[in-house]
């Protein structure tokens, strides 16, 4: 091979590189263009999951007062329906009471009511007697004008 195609040959060969350090250059900006859009979006993506960690922090906390909140009622309500239970019981028992002392007054009322009438009876029958013995005395006196000193 002369010098002259040697140097054609190195100058396709130098032009081929020319165009593959070329192509790379380019590429390798391509490369540095897409890689700088990805930071960009992993910063943002980022700054998204920081957000979104204090929401749910926010969140978090919020969930925890509710759930404080919650166990402070139950706890309240469970104390009231036990107080209410006794309450319930304590009246029960008044009621059981009440129902023995409203029976036993009304077999009290009864038994006056029935002793009275019996009284009015004999009351009756006394004054009937009385009448008649003073109707007879009345007689007797009435017979005799003088009455016995």
């Not at 590189?17 to 380019?26: E, G, I, M, Q």
């Not at 919650?70 to 104390?79: A, K």
Request: overall charge negative; hydrophobic content about 30%; charged content about 30%.
């Amino acid at each position: 091979m002369t010098n002259a195609q040697r140097l054609d040959y190195v100058e396709d060969e130098l032009e081929t590189v020319k165009r593959l350090l070329v192509s790379t250059a380019s590429y390798a900006e391509s490369a540095n263009r897409r890689l700088d859009e990805l930071t960009i979006k992993q910063d943002r993506t980022q700054s998204h999951l920081d957000q979104l960690g204090a929401r749910i922090d926010q969140v978090g906390g919020k969930v925890d007062q509710v759930s404080d909140k919650v166990d402070s009622f139950i706890t309240h309500t469970q104390r009231l329906f036990t107080k209410t239970g006794a309450e319930i019981e304590e009246t029960k028992a008044r009621t059981e009471r009440l129902e023995a002392l409203m029976l036993k007054l009304d077999r009290s009322f009864e038994e006056q009511k029935s002793q009275f009438q019996e009284f009015q009876l004999t009351t009756g029958a006394v004054l009937e007697r009385i009448d008649r013995v003073l109707d007879y005395l009345l007689r007797q006196q009435g017979g005799n004008p003088n009455p016995p000193s």
